[in-house]
């Protein structure tokens, strides 16, 4: 695991963004961690995390010209993150999208810059792509092409519900059904090697419970 995916993990833990314990998903699995991006709720905590997405985006090696933030998480994150890069020479313009068009004033749906170019989406996790698919057709629509997309945390595991799996998570339909890469600050595996190295004594519990979770619904 490379050292920033490592201190990403440790960080998110820290924060009290990722909790371990018995969660239920969106898909009604009973998973052992949840991951929570609404908690990187102040300054300090969302400056450290745009400076992660930054860090990410940039060694990825993707070129690209803008960002855009899907409502409502996207557009702190996307927002965040255009600062981050700017503070590391690279000052690109960003949009986002209201969830219900303006009738008065500029008008439409969606704000900040031009749409143009290369364009990245920003957001926490992908978890039925519904995002991700709204935000190609507003992009597309205005004329730009997405080039990527960039999120947080990749769970690895099979999209679907018991009964009814595919083969592929949520994050390799997207990048089938787009042609684009989805990037991800960390993902399972590196949360289970997290565990399993030890980094916290605390936490060292979770790891079999976490590794069964993997072995279930886990994708390659």
Do not use: W
């Not at 400056?47 to 860090?55: E, I, K, S, V």
């Not at 690109?92 to 364009?119: Q, W």
């Not at 042609?179 to 399972?188: A, D, F, K, T, Y």
């Amino acid at each position: 695991m490379s050292q920033l995916r490592q201190e990403f993990i440790a960080f998110a833990v820290e924060a009290g963004v990722l909790k371990f314990g018995e969660f239920v998903t969106k898909a009604g699995r009973t998973s052992p961690y949840f991951f929570n991006a609404g908690l990187f709720n102040n300054g300090d905590v969302l400056g450290r995390l745009a400076d992660y997405y930054a860090q990410t985006l940039l060694e990825s090696g993707v070129e690209f010209d803008m960002l855009f933030g899907p409502a409502y998480k996207g557009i702190t994150l996307a927002s965040a993150t255009a600062v981050a890069l700017a503070r590391r020479g690279r000052n690109v313009a960003f949009a986002y999208n209201r969830k219900e068009a303006k009738d008065h004033g500029e008008g439409g749906t969606l704000v900040g810059a031009k749409l143009e170019g290369r364009v990245v989406i920003i957001d926490d996790v992908i978890s039925a792509g519904t995002s991700v698919r709204e935000s190609v057709e507003l992009i597309r629509g205005a004329g730009a092409t997405p080039c990527a997309v960039l999120i947080a945390l990749d769970r690895m595991e099979k999209s679907g519900k018991d009964g009814a799996l595919s083969e592929g998570s949520a994050v390799q339909e997207v990048t089938k059904a787009y042609g684009m890469p989805v990037l991800s600050i960390g993902n399972l595996n590196d949360l289970l090697e997290y565990l399993s190295a030890g980094s916290s004594k605390d936490l060292a519990q979770f790891k079999d419970a976490v590794a069964a979770y993997r072995g279930r619904y886990g994708v390659a």
